[in-house]
């Protein structure tokens, strides 16, 4: 669609998705809510015949400036989005001081947010130059992370739900190191990247009794697979030994330990090596499915994936297994309802070690899955929604799907709205509900929630990894069932704040910002129409989700730059249901 316009050639597929990304974070976290150029007082002299070119087709240029730098980037929107999604067209000019140059490939993009990070920070000179260079280098990371993975097409055998799991090969489109990692070699990327569609048997150790540390939630046994249990069932006879799981990488990241190799000699840990089915990492790496069992294992991997080193820190473990604690409490109900479902944590393993990275680096979290009658109806959002580098969204199949099995047979904005509403029923209102009634406040964002679709519909919502959730002491009703100083316990502002960030901002709005890009409906109709069902919810908090005009948003590139990935630094963008209260 652009091919008559004066421009330089475009930018590759990838690059253009990437540039999207970078652009779109770039102006979320500086508070340029709308790169749009409106004015033509501030063309560039030199783009004039471009801006000119582009508005004929329909565009919208756009002009952003990277503080002191004296920088500025320059293209075109052909999508302008209420949460910032903006979709950009495949080329862009970088200039200072009327020098302008196309942009090749988005490295120089990304170079370029860093030195103005580093030009915007209060640090001092070396200690910004330090974090812009170590930005760059994530940055930089993740690009060429993001160009493998499109290198490598996954074949089958995979089921459609790993596939899905597996199948994110940009990440969060609000971040600007969402691929990165350091510690994998290139033949680790290779067995164990979900991207790449890897699959491995786990590493099992068999455990002392004594040395193993068991927590169950409501006091339940860890699952152990059946294939191992039978292999170790000498050492497991007597109830000397306990069996505990282990990616791979991290086994030999252990063995290679001076207090484990300690621990080997003295027979205290034997090391029994790939046992069992075959487990398939999901999108957040260190999570592996193991269909046989039908369950979900959270494992340590002491590798840093985008903002973090990925293994299970105590205070993560007893948050995750506090919260699912707290959700035994609630009556049956409300835990598993038709439309809405929560799979908790059903608890953990660790060696029982003082030193801290030791637990860290050895604990497991056993989590709940899906019941398996719906495994293969159900679809994890981020994956849902990722859009490729080429091709549609997958959430279209699913909206035509709607379309064809409804009477009303065209996919237009009436249907889109109606699919909508059952949208609300499996997700926003229950988890409304949920912390409006019991102070829960669960961390479904996109990767963390599921949905099950029938015949294309919404038709019930799963909510995910309760390490993120956080629970008022001012709303919870079971507080003194416990611990006072329990990290899933917070106060209510903050708990409030975080289910308006991942539940409204990072789910929600990034919801309605899929199904206005694909052209059938306005975002604008969506919130509206959210707005409303909030308004006849009767759900005491409805009303303040609409009552602010701004909400939270985690600034991802700051928190990055500054290495404050625990501490994340937040940001304030306009919220798009404000204009609709009452």
Not at 198 to 212: C, E, K, N
Request: with cysteine.
């Amino acid at each position: 669609m652009f091919s008559h316009l004066p421009h330089p050639p475009y930018l590759s597929a990838i690059d253009r998705r990437l540039l999207e990304q970078y652009l779109n974070t770039y102006c979320r976290e500086t508070g340029c809510a709308d790169p749009r150029l409106i004015s033509r007082d501030t063309e560039p002299e030199a783009l004039q015949p471009q801006f000119a070119a582009w508005r004929e087709a329909g565009l919208m240029p756009y002009l952003v400036s990277f503080a002191e730098t004296g920088y500025q980037l320059a293209g075109a929107l052909n999508y302008f989005s209420l949460i910032g999604y903006h979709r950009v067209a495949p080329f862009a000019w970088i200039g200072r001081n009327g020098d302008w140059r196309p942009l090749k490939d988005v490295t120089p993009l990304t170079d370029l947010i860093a030195d103005t990070l580093a030009s915007l920070s209060e640090d001092s000179s070396d200690e910004a130059e330090r974090c812009s260079g170590r930005l760059q280098a994530l940055m930089r990371n993740s690009v060429g992370k993001v160009r493998r993975f499109h290198q490598h097409v996954p074949q089958p055998p995979r089921s459609p739900f790993v596939a899905a799991e597996q199948g994110m090969r940009f990440g969060h489109i609000f971040h600007v190191t969402s691929k990165a990692s350091d510690g994998f070699s290139d033949d680790d990327m290779l067995r164990y990247a979900p991207e790449l569609g890897a699959s491995f048997r786990l590493h099992y150790f068999a455990v002392t009794a004594g040395l193993l540390e068991v927590h169950g939630v409501n006091r339940k046994a860890m699952p152990i697979d059946p294939a191992v249990a039978s292999f170790a069932e000498g050492l497991l006879v007597d109830g000397e030994y306990r069996l505990l799981p282990c990616h791979p990488w991290q086994a030999n990241y252990l063995l290679a330990l001076p207090e484990i190799a300690l621990l080997i000699k003295s027979a205290a840990i034997i090391s029994l090596g790939p046992l069992g089915e075959l487990a398939w990492p999901t999108s957040s790496v260190r999570t592996v499915w193991l269909p046989g069992q039908n369950m979900f294992l959270k494992l340590p991997l002491n590798i840093r994936i985008t903002n973090f080193i990925r293994n299970n820190p105590t205070e993560q473990v007893v948050r995750a297994l506090d919260a699912s604690l707290a959700l035994t409490l609630l009556p049956p109900h409300v835990r598993e309802q038709t439309t809405f479902h929560i799979l908790p944590e059903l608890g953990s393993q660790t060696l029982k070690l003082r030193d801290e990275a030791m637990r860290a680096a050895s604990a497991v979290v056993y989590r709940q899955a899906m019941p398996e009658a719906e495994a293969e109806q159900i679809q994890v959002l981020a994956a849902l929604l990722e859009e490729p580098a080429e091709g549609e969204i997958p959430l279209l199949a699913l909206l035509r799907q709607a379309a064809a099995e409804s009477s009303h047979g065209e996919l237009d904005p009436a249907l889109v709205r109606q699919w909508w509403q059952r949208y609300l029923d499996v997700t926003l209102l229950p988890l409304l509900q949920l912390f409006s009634g019991y102070g829960i406040s669960l961390e479904a964002h996109l990767q963390n929630t599921m949905v099950a679709f029938r015949d294309g519909w919404p038709a019930r919502g799963y909510a995910r990894d309760m390490e993120g959730a956080s629970i008022s002491r001012q709303r919870f009703p079971f507080c003194d069932r416990l611990s006072a100083d329990s990290p899933a316990l917070y106060d209510d502002e903050q708990a409030w704040h975080r289910f308006q960030y991942y539940v409204l901002v990072n789910h929600i709005g990034h919801m309605i910002a899929c199904l206005g890009r694909t052209g059938l409906i306005e975002e604008a109709t969506l919130w509206q129409d959210t707005a409303q069902r909030l308004q006849a919810s009767e759900i005491p908090l409805a009303q303040q989700l609409l009552k602010h005009p701004t909400l939270p948003a985690k600034a991802n590139m700051l928190s990055s730059f500054h290495q404050q990935g625990e501490r994340p630094i937040w940001v304030r963008i306009a919220n798009p249901l404000h204009r609709f209260q009452r």
